[in-house]
């Protein structure tokens, strides 16, 4: 087999879970938590380490913004042989009653990006995988980390749906805070859903520096930088959880 088109990877080259930030930068933090990790390919935003955690191989491939960028890398990685894919990322919070910071474990996406319309009819669900939810508020519970678990809003146009829009971005969220969604953010809706249908677990896990509802709370950097760091701790323990689920103790 050639080396994917995009990711520039072939098989082996990854381990059966593949952690997905969007942030090249994150990708780094996130390989600097695994017990070791070596740089392994680096075409456009797609920049992937591989290497082990607890004896256990896991990736980590960073997609870029947006659900097109992630299909691609979802995609490539499946036909690689990836069969855990986990979201670690960002988000804006729109319900009031979420501290700032949060980490959120998306149970389901509202699909409103473009991508997954390409795919799939509207009426199809975008739901994270429940083995990989279950081991992720498993894992938190165990390092007594908070999390709280719910649904995103998944969507394509930053600049109008979040505290930096020129629009009413409120008003055009408020049927989402309505209904009980707990944040927004831009790769769950394809995510979820390809996942499904292509037979491997998907799962998301965001931190959030801010609300909508409530931009004058901003947590620090400090603050992310502790919130990413769980949410990525906990990622890695469920990659563990997920092995031995598949593959048994040994």
Not at 23 to 36: G, L, Q
Not at 80 to 87: D, E, T
């Amino acid at each position: 087999m050639e080396k994917q088109h995009h990711i520039q990877l072939l098989p082996g080259d990854v381990g059966e879970t593949v952690f997905l930030p969007g942030d090249i930068s994150r990708a780094k933090v996130i390989a600097d938590h695994f017990d070791k990790a070596e740089l392994v390919a680096h075409s456009r935003q797609y920049i992937t380490y591989t290497g082990t955690y607890q004896g256990v191989k896991v990736s980590v491939t960073s997609t870029g913004i947006g659900c097109p960028a992630v299909a691609i890398a979802v995609e490539e990685l499946i036909k690689i042989g990836a069969k855990n894919l986990i979201r670690i990322g960002t988000g804006g919070m729109i319900q009031t009653w979420l501290p700032v910071p949060a980490i959120i474990v998306i149970t389901g996406a509202v699909r409103g990006d473009g991508t997954s319309r390409e795919y799939f009819p509207l009426e199809y669900p975008a739901v994270a995988d429940f083995h990989t939810v279950e081991c992720l508020m498993k894992s938190a519970e165990e390092r007594g980390i908070k999390v709280f678990a719910g649904f995103e809003r998944c969507h394509d146009a930053f600049y109008a749906e979040s505290v930096f829009a020129d629009i009413d971005y409120l008003a055009r969220g408020k049927p989402w805070m309505d209904a009980g969604v707990l944040i927004t953010s831009n790769e769950s809706g394809t995510l979820l859903p390809l996942g499904m249908v292509r037979g491997v677990r998907a799962a998301t896990v965001l931190c959030s520096a801010g609300c909508h509802q409530r931009p004058d709370l901003v947590a620090t950097e400090e603050q992310m930088t502790k919130a990413i760091s769980d949410a990525i701790v906990i990622s890695l323990d469920t990659a563990v959880k997920l092995h031995h689920l598949d593959h048994g103790k040994k």
